[in-house]
């Protein structure tokens, strides 16, 4: 069992019905975005929340135990050094007192749904990578979707990935996958991937509807949102940084959860740091659709 400890201020939330959004903390440490881009986002996505009177959950293990929402001065720690923490790695987490895991998607859910939390947003979300036939690397958040009970706000996958066949795969496991207003799965840095969206919705309403409405009571719904117009980056460029950063990683035997990290260093590198400002408003964004959703949520 998870059994989380919640924050002061998120139980007091909970108890009160009030809306409450959850955050991963992978994208805030060191493995996701660099310094000092990760405090600004940690800060962008908690006031984008704040800001409409809805209540942020950060999850993390700090110091082996499993939270939801961080105590006041607890921020810092989210930015620093970190050690992933998938879904199942979270037993290990707790059991061996890690000083700081950062709580990838799979994780965040989990934790999430325990501590009774409904919405949850992230950057992008993991999916079945590239040549997976070969390699089996599929991303155990795809899993963790099908199996709690959480609206997961994302700007997509990221675009490394199969994301054909991580449509497939969320289509397989049961997870209902929703466009905000929009056609088209994004691909995290752009508005489109050129893949129809199974379904698109047009309102907060309808997305907590779509979750109480659910046959499976443990099953959750991905809400995929385009990183806002101004921000996009630039497609076939971005397709080159890709294919390269991924060839490189083949040739120096980066495999398992190591991929993520290295693919994302590579395009901040090639991209000359503007995949760094993109990230950052695509997450602000996807805090403030979530708030929506949550907000819908407690009505
Ligand atoms: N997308 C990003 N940065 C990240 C991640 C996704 O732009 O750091 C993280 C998320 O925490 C996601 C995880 O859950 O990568 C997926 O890792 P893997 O492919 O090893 O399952
Ligand atoms: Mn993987």
């Keep these: ?48 929340i704040r800001r409409r009177g809805v209540v942020p959950a950060v999850t993390a293990v ?5 939270r939801v929402g961080l105590e006041p001065g607890e921020e810092q720690r989210i930015l ?43 950057g992008g979300i993991g999916g079945v990578h590239r040549g997976a036939e070969l390699t089996g690397d599929i991303s155990a958040d795809l899993d963790a979707l099908a199996h709690h009970p959480v609206v997961t706000v994302c700007a997509g996958a ?52 779509v979750l109480r409405g659910r046959s499976r009571a443990h099953t959750g ?10 921000d996009e980056l630039d497609v076939a460029e971005l397709d080159a940084v890709l294919t390269r950063a991924l060839e490189d990683g083949d040739r120096e035997g980066i495999v398992g959860a190591a991929v993520t ?13 503007r995949s760094i400002p993109a990230n950052l408003a695509l997450a602000e964004h996807n805090a403030e659709v979530a708030s929506e959703v949550a907000i819908a949520l407690s009505r």
């Design 1 to 48: 069992m998870l059994n989380p400890v919640v924050s002061t201020e998120v139980s007091a939330a909970l108890a009160a019905g009030q809306p409450v959004v959850a955050l991963e903390s992978t994208i805030f440490s060191n493995l996701g975005l660099p310094d000092p881009a990760n405090a600004e986002a940690l800060e962008r996505c908690g006031h984008a």
């Design 62 to 66: 700090l110091d082996g135990v499993a």
């Design 80 to 122: 620093g050094p970190a050690r992933k923490v998938a879904e199942r790695d979270m037993a290990v987490a707790m059991a061996q007192n890690w000083d700081f895991g950062a709580t990838t998607v799979s994780a965040s859910v989990a934790l999430a749904a325990s501590a009774g939390v409904e919405v949850f947003a992230t």
């Design 158 to 209: 990221k675009a490394f990935l199969d994301l054909a066949r991580t449509l497939e795969y969320l289509e397989t496991v049961g997870v209902p996958v929703l466009g905000w207003r929009h056609d088209h799965l994004p691909a995290f840095y752009t508005r489109s991937s050129g893949l129809a969206v199974p379904h698109r919705v047009e309102t907060a309403d309808e997305v907590a509807a």
């Design 221 to 230: 719904v991905l809400l995929t949102v385009p990183i806002p117009a101004a």
């Design 261 to 273: 990290p290295f693919v994302l260093g590579r395009i901040a590198a090639a991209t000359e740091g």
